[in-house]
């Protein structure tokens, strides 16, 4: 056994220092070289199903990957660690993304069940789930009375059931964010007078830019990517002139959804994605605008309660 785990190590070693220089070989390319590369292999394999050209495809995709993870980890160290305002919002960004992630993993899960295990679920209501829904349209079709039944369902059952379903979009790897917020300040006293400030009527030039600080992971365990300005660009750019009809190259890694009114541009962040923040004077409230599906938003509002960050009401009713 001990020699076995000893193998176990020295594998693992060497694997690493091949890795280490395999970076090292391709770091002076440049970006869109390696991208290219990447995906001429890709044409090749699908078009003889060669492992040798996938296994050469996977090599140039993951040492773009591996330096896009550097700048991540780049951008994200240059946030001061005393931003009081960075800390919110990051802790505002995982309580958005951890509500989204359980609403939206229930529902696949609940859809995913027969009649006879719905039933059973039915009337075992989770009392803790306090969010208020206040547009119909966020419940996805179900009915109202299956609503606090689905939101009952115990995360981590629904979770496991979906990880093992090789489709579910909860499967990709890497999730894409933007590390940019604009927010502005407001001299609301309270939620209700939160509620009636429409985001997008206040002036452009009322609006600041903050950084974020950024998540490591999602509440799933997904490694959080930055697209910051370099690789947006280089990513559309890249979709334009090479992949633009073949999407499928990037899924996995890489969210890709084009913009609904322009075929030459195309998303690249995960959902959900916070674009701007509505603080109330004391900054204990906010409301944010969040892209929580294709073409689709929601405002979600936030309170802070014993220092902890909560999704307390989502508001649906604004297309992107």
């Known amino acids: 056994m001990l020699a076995a785990l000893l193998c176990g190590c020295s594998q693992s070693n060497e694997d690493d220092l091949k890795s280490a220089k395999r970076f090292e070989e391709l770091k002076a ?4 070289t390696v991208l290219s590369r990447a995906f001429a292999f890709y044409e090749q394999y699908q078009a003889t199903n060669d492992t040798l050209l996938r296994d050469s495809m996977d090599d140039y995709k993951s040492h773009f990957i591996a330096r896009w993870k550097r700048s991540t980890d780049s951008l994200c160290g240059t946030i001061p ?5 960075a800390a919110d919002l990051r802790e505002i960004n995982e309580a958005v993304s951890k509500y989204f992630f359980e609403y939206h993993i229930k529902h696949m899960y ?8 719905r039933e059973s679920l039915l009337g075992k209501v989770d009392s803790t789930q306090k969010v208020e829904l206040t547009a119909p349209g966020w419940r996805w079709d179900t009915r109202e009375e299956d609503e606090a039944t689905i939101m009952g369902i ?10 093992k379903d090789s489709t579910s979009v909860f499967k990709v790897v890497y999730f894409i964010q933007t590390l940019q917020v604009h927010y ?6 309270d939620m209700n007078a939160l509620l009636k400030i429409n985001p997008f009527g206040i002036k452009q030039s009322e609006r600041k830019e903050a950084k974020s600080a950024c998540m490591e992971k999602t509440p799933i365990g997904q490694q959080v990517l930055v697209l910051n300005k370099e690789y947006e660009s280089l990513l559309n750019i890249f979709m334009k002139t090479k992949a633009h009809g073949d999407r499928r190259f990037l899924m996995w890694e890489i969210p890709v959804l084009p913009y609904i009114d322009d075929d030459d541009d195309f998303f690249f962040h995960s959902y959900p994605a916070v674009s701007s923040a509505v603080f109330n004077k004391g ?24 220092g902890k960050w909560e999704v307390v009401m989502i508001r649906n009713g604004w297309i992107s």
């Open 29 to 32: 390319l440049p970006l869109d």
């Open 81 to 85: 660690a005393d931003d009081s305002l």
């Open 110 to 117: 609940w859809f995913m069940l027969d009649t006879a295990k």
């Open 154 to 163: 115990p995360f981590e059952e629904a979770l496991s059931v979906l990880k």
């Open 184 to 189: 502005v300040d407001t001299v609301a006293a």
């Open 283 to 306: 900054r204990d409230m906010v409301n944010l605008s969040v892209s929580d599906g294709y073409g689709r938003g929601s405002f979600y509002y936030l309170s802070k309660q014993s």
